[in-house]
């Protein structure tokens, strides 16, 4: 496991980056509210994203995936296998500077994870199933 975290335009975002077999769980979260406002998945074998947004307020829907979309982006062709990303920044009063800064931000985490990722293999090990056997 590993945390990685960006501190600049008045706020953080931090990403918590892990294995699950040869699978990878990420967490980015951050801002003066983290939370989980949206979940990525993403099948390196057909490229496939999937993305659910969680209601936010007002008949609104979370849209922190974009920043998910970001981390993707940087990372997919270094993915062993599937990839599940939880994202959640919410600064109160965010500047329109903020928000452009997120990507910024988001993109270093990217890269930091890319390189973690390059040093930390995963611990594949492939799964044994049980023959179908007739009686």
Partial sequence: MATFEV???????????DYIGADLFIQLTGGSHPHIGTVTTYCKENAD????????HSGRFHKDDVLADVLLEEIA????????????????????E????????????????GTWLKIEKSPISHPKYQKNTKQ
């Fill in 49 to 56: 994203k999937q993305v659910v947004r969680f209601p936010s």
């Fill in 98 to 113: 903020q928000i452009a800064g997120a990507f910024e931000m988001t993109k270093e985490l990217a890269s930091k994870i």
């Fill in 77 to 96: 062709e270094l993915l062993p296998q599937n990839c599940v990303i939880t994202s959640g920044v919410h600064v109160d009063g965010i500047s329109k």
């Fill in 7 to 17: 501190t600049e335009y008045g706020y953080s975002i931090q990403v918590q980056v």
